[in-house]
């Protein structure tokens, strides 16, 4: 039998047990269906509507707000973090193309030496000489396995995440900005009625030091108009102190010093419209919802991470080539006896490693599972985001409407309670208790207000916030 038959049996011997070294070895995580998990217990009976547009804090109505929102979309130091993240993620996906490409390298070198005897060709020693040297060495590494593209396409990837996460930063910033807003929006109107809370407490005490000059009423009851109208005057001093704080964080999501939320006006924004979804919203939102698509992509690089640690089982080929000339002692360094040339190719078969080519597949087939696992919380938590978002705004307008009813209720009944009480048929107390009544509702018709705004933004960033791009295709687990 030729030499060659039973070592191309010991070979191909080898390349099988290479390759049943990854027995038990697989992924355990499935990404979840969007579509089972649409539900209509809180998207049920609402009016059609489109997804929302990039710039859907035009909605709300406030210029001054479109300003800002660009403003920090300019200048907020978080987005300038979310980009340097991208370009890294960029300069990965070329580190691994480079791996991929062939290699060649230029060297030169010139060593005097002198010579022992030994090492004289003469035999002689005591001489010296000049090496010269100059080459170009140049190495492939044959992918045939595809390790190093499936490397490649896993930095890819993470880099299309990456952007996905940056475009995400600035749909997050735009909603923390409309957010703050509306809370500035909140803290004026919280100021103006702690001013008209404090006008109401300067008249009743006006009224009750008539009452008490005329006979009509006692010290103590004077004393407690007093400390009525000084609480209402620390109610002021704080919602004041109140609009401060929103302005200054406002200012600081700009990108800006405290002194940018001084020249801040007041918001003008305008109650956002009646509650609508688009249509078949888990089927759409993987491609709407940035953390989604992220997500998604994540468990696409992962899936290709596999791949290339599949790729170490089996065996490499590597391509070697040098070129150039040496000269020792007198030879020309350009001379044809100088010249060299050297052309190599090398085969390596992973045998024996100790299990870790198996630890490093285990550990991403792990990966994978983590990413899965992430992909499946996200989703969960997009669509339980939408439907709290529904149910919050539903409630929200049945409470907005049930309390400007009791906010009509308290005010007629404090101007009712105030005329009896100048006229010196009603009660002191009768006064106080309606006065504190018609500035709770009013506190509460303003809180309302101001968190059906706040739940209007909280469901269009839910929606994605108008963004759009194509997810990657369902990959199998591994």
């Not at 078969?349 to 499946?376: K, S």
Request: proline share 4%; hydrophobic share 40%.
């Amino acid at each position: 039998m030729p030499l060659r038959t039973p070592l191309s049996l010991i070979f191909s011997a080898l390349l099988l047990a290479a390759c049943a070294s990854q027995d038990g070895l697989h992924t355990e995580g499935h990404t979840l269906d969007a579509a089972s998990l649409q539900g209509q217990t809180f998207t049920g009976n609402l009016s059609p509507a489109a997804w929302p547009a990039s710039d859907w804090w035009n909605r709300l109505g406030d210029p001054q707000l479109d300003a800002l929102i660009a403003e920090a979309l300019r200048s907020n130091p978080d987005l300038q973090v979310a980009d340097a993240r991208a370009r890294q993620a960029n300069a990965a996906v070329l580190a691994a193309d480079a791996q991929r490409q062939p290699t060649l390298d230029a060297n030169a070198g010139v060593t005097r030496s002198r010579l022992a005897r030994v090492d004289d060709p003469s035999g002689q020693g005591r001489r010296y000489s000049t090496l010269r040297n100059l080459s170009l060495e140049g190495g492939y590494h044959f992918d045939l396995w595809g390790g190093e593209r499936a490397a490649w396409e896993a930095a890819l990837g993470r880099a299309r995440a990456s952007e996905v996460d940056r475009q995400g930063a600035r749909l997050t910033l735009a909603a923390e900005v409309t957010r703050a807003y509306n809370d500035l929006g909140l803290a004026y109107a919280t100021q103006n009625l702690a001013e008209q809370d404090l006008k109401r407490s300067r008249d009743m005490l006006d009224l009750a030091r008539s009452r008490v000059d005329a006979g009509l009423d006692s010290e103590y009851q004077l004393q407690q108009t007093q400390s009525l109208e000084a609480a209402a005057q620390a109610s002021l001093t704080a919602a004041t102190q109140a609009v401060d704080s929103a302005r200054i964080r406002l200012a600081v999501m700009l990108g800006q010093g405290p002194d940018r939320g001084a020249t801040l006006p007041r918001p003008q924004l305008i109650a956002p419209a009646a509650v609508s979804l688009p249509a078949n919203v888990p089927a759409e939102l993987l491609g709407r919802r940035p953390d989604l698509v992220a997500a998604r992509w994540r468990v696409e690089a992962a899936t290709r991470d596999i791949d290339a640690s599949k790729a170490d089982f089996y065996p490499n080929l590597n391509l070697s080539v040098a070129a150039g000339s040496k000269s020792l002692l007198g030879d020309a360094v350009f001379g044809g006896a100088s010249r060299f040339f050297s052309v190599g190719p090398a085969l390596s078969l992973p045998i024996f490693d100790g299990g870790a080519r198996r630890a490093a597949l285990a550990g991403r087939n792990a990966d994978y599972d983590v990413a899965v696992a992430q992909y499946n919380q996200t989703l969960i938590g997009a669509l339980g985001d939408i439907g709290d978002g529904i149910s919050r705004i539903r409630s929200l307008e049945q409470q907005i409407e049930q309390q400007q009813r009791a906010r009509d209720i308290a005010r007629s009944s404090y101007d009712i309670a105030m005329q009896r009480y100048a006229d010196g048929i009603g009660n002191y107390l009768d006064a106080l208790s309606v006065e504190q009544q018609l500035l709770q509702s009013e506190r509460q018709l303003a809180n309302l207000r101001a968190e059906r705004i706040d739940a209007s933004v909280l469901l269009m960033q839910a929606l994605g916030g108008g963004f759009e791009t194509a997810a990657p295709s369902s990959t199998s687990a591994r």
